[in-house]
């Protein structure tokens, strides 16, 4: 089973930075993508950025410009640099690793870090 492990949230004031990130352990598996997600309380879960095996990127609108995702060449850990954080960037940020197995495809996610952004 692949175990999913987030850190580096915090609180911190609008305008500042934060790096979150993500480390996979457990036996060898083939991953496909990695990415972000965040969830607000009372709201739904969204994305903020993934990439792929092929080191495409993809951001969501509001954190376009601001945020970078970036992974390890070995693909055991993805990182989100968050610049410019605003109080809307507040939430409980989850990292999500999609693994191939055979021909079946399984999400896995960490248990999330919380990010606060005071104004």
């Known amino acids: 089973q692949v175990q999913v492990v987030e850190s580096g949230g915090g609180l911190v004031q609008a305008g500042e930075s934060l790096r979150l990130s993500c480390t996979t352990s457990?036996?060898?598996?083939?991953?496909?993508?990695m990415g972000w997600y965040r969830q607000a309380p009372g709201e739904q879960r969204e994305t903020v950025a993934n990439i792929t095996l092929a080191r495409t990127r993809n951001y969501a609108s509001a954190v376009e410009g601001r945020f970078t995702i970036s992974v390890d060449k070995a693909w055991k850990s993805v990182n989100l640099q968050m610049n410019s954080l605003k109080p809307e960037d507040t939430a409980v940020y989850y990292c999500?690793?999609?693994?191939?197995?055979?021909?079946?495809?399984?999400?896995?996610w960490g248990q999330g870090t919380q990010v606060t952004v005071s104004s």
């Open positions: 457990g036996r060898a598996v083939s991953i496909v993508a």
């Open positions: 999500n690793v999609r693994v191939r197995f055979g021909t079946e495809f399984r999400n896995f």
